[in-house]
């Protein structure tokens, strides 16, 4: 005799390609996600680099010169709180009328596309990457 009862459940098969498509997915959303992490990052050691930039402007306009100017310990990383992901410094010793900045990735960050943010005196910005300063 058979019974008139349906079956319910999943076959082998189409659990399988859930799990497939599932993964799939996965693969696509996860390096989307990661990068947006960066990209937050990234906006953020650019905000820091510019408020030294204007410190530093206010600095020349008392002093008429960027020598002597240091950057504060609480601002040589970016984010200021947690662990710091971006190391901020003068690349060389700022000169009366020239500095340039740079913030330097580190841990997950050095995966970023962009890599070394730096501006100088006049506004300069380096990479000139497209989506690295906009």
């Given amino acids: 005799m058979r019974s008139s009862k349906k079956q319910a459940g999943f076959t082998l098969i189409e659990l399988m390609i859930a799990v497939v498509v599932m993964g799939i997915l996965v693969s696509i959303a996860v390096p989307a996600y990661n990068d947006q992490v960066r990209k937050t990052r990234r906006a953020q050691a650019k905000a820091d680099i510019q408020e030294i930039t204007q410190i530093m402007e ?61 501006i100088n005196q006049s506004g300069a910005r380096t990479p000139t990457t497209a989506g690295c300063w906009n």
Avoid at 91 to 99: I, L
Avoid at 103 to 108: I, L, M, N
């Fill in 58 to 118: 206010r600095f020349y306009t008392v002093n008429n010169t960027y020598v002597g100017y240091t950057i504060p310990a609480a601002l040589a990383n970016s984010p200021r709180d947690g662990t710091p992901l971006y190391a901020i410094s003068l690349t060389a010793a700022a000169t009366a009328n020239a500095y340039t900045l740079q913030a330097v990735p580190s841990g997950d960050q050095v995966y970023d596309k962009c890599g070394n943010l730096g």
